[in-house]
């Protein structure tokens, strides 16, 4: 059997969840066909395809496709969840994931807290943050 030598992510660069990126990448694929997404993140059709239907992805695939989520144009004001866990990632890379996850759960709940004690309705994207983190969105 034939071991895949597991890519290592440069250091300090923050890579999505896989499930994250996967879920974020087949979204887009409801704006654009399978080929136009491949040729627009520099690689195969192939390589997609295999991406979303679950193949683990190596490190170049990743990069690329972050990279290409982030030149997509957005619908709804406000960053993205993608974005978010981008920025989290960012200021917390000295933290294990488990605190970052528990900073992520805090920072979502002050989030719905502000939005809620305003009377104001609360932004898909803080719903979508809270969500992820497993915070109440009561």
């Known amino acids: ?3 895949r030598r597991q890519e290592p992510v440069r250091p300090g660069a923050v890579a999505l969840p896989v499930p ?9 694929l409801g704006a654009v066909s ?4 491949a040729r627009e993140a520099g690689m195969s059709p192939n390589a ?4 979303v239907r679950g193949a683990r992805p190596r490190a ?4 690329r496709l972050e990279r290409w989520l982030a030149t997509r144009p957005t ?8 974005a978010f866990v981008r920025l ?3 200021v917390t890379p000295d933290l294990p994931p488990r605190d970052a996850a528990t900073l992520g759960r805090e920072v979502s709940q002050l989030l719905l807290d502000a939005y809620q004690r305003r009377h104001m309705p609360t932004p898909r994207w803080v719903r979508e943050v809270a969500r992820h983190y497993g915070s109440s969105t009561d």
């Open 1 to 3: 059997m034939v071991r």
């Open 20 to 28: 994250l990126l996967r879920a974020a990448v087949e979204r887009e």
């Open 34 to 37: 399978l080929r136009q997404a």
């Open 48 to 51: 997609l395809r295999n991406f």
């Open 60 to 63: 170049i695939t990743r990069s």
């Open 75 to 82: 619908e709804a004001p406000g960053p993205s969840l993608a």
């Open 88 to 90: 989290l990632g960012g």
